[in-house]
């Protein structure tokens, strides 16, 4: 229903920076809250961020909300990650993810990207 599309992963080395995009499509777009969940090699997927398509509020992981920031441009109906100060412990597969309402998204969101690699080298 949600069609959930990300892009801007790639190599950067420890200390780099790095913007993920996710544009998002279907019915009810701008009705939907946005979020952004990684998963490394070997490890569960964890959450990142969330923000409401519709407002202001932001959920951040603690290990994350010092150095990345979650944005969103309704006009694109594209959602952004800005990392700063990356190691390689935030190697992983990005997803960007989708569901109606802040908590939703944050916790059980029910529309998923397809995954962008991050890999930080050291």
């Known amino acids: 229903q949600v069609q959930l599309v990300e892009s801007g992963g790639g190599l950067v080395q420890a200390g780099g920076s790095l913007r993920l995009s996710c544009a998002a499509s279907g019915r009810g777009v701008s009705s939907y809250a946005m979020g952004w969940f990684r998963q490394a090699p070997g490890k569960e997927r964890e959450f990142v961020a969330a923000?409401?398509?519709?407002?202001?509020?932001?959920n951040y992981a603690d290990s994350v909300k010092v150095r990345f920031t979650i944005s969103r441009d309704n006009a694109k109906n594209s959602v952004y990650l800005q990392m700063n100060s990356l190691n390689p412990e935030d190697t992983a597969v990005y997803y960007c993810?989708?569901?109606?309402?802040?908590?939703?998204?944050?916790?059980?969101?029910?529309?998923w990207g397809q995954g962008t690699q991050v890999t930080v080298s050291s």
């Open positions: 923000i409401n398509w519709s407002g202001g509020a932001t």
């Open positions: 993810a989708a569901d109606q309402g802040l908590a939703a998204v944050t916790s059980t969101p029910n529309s």
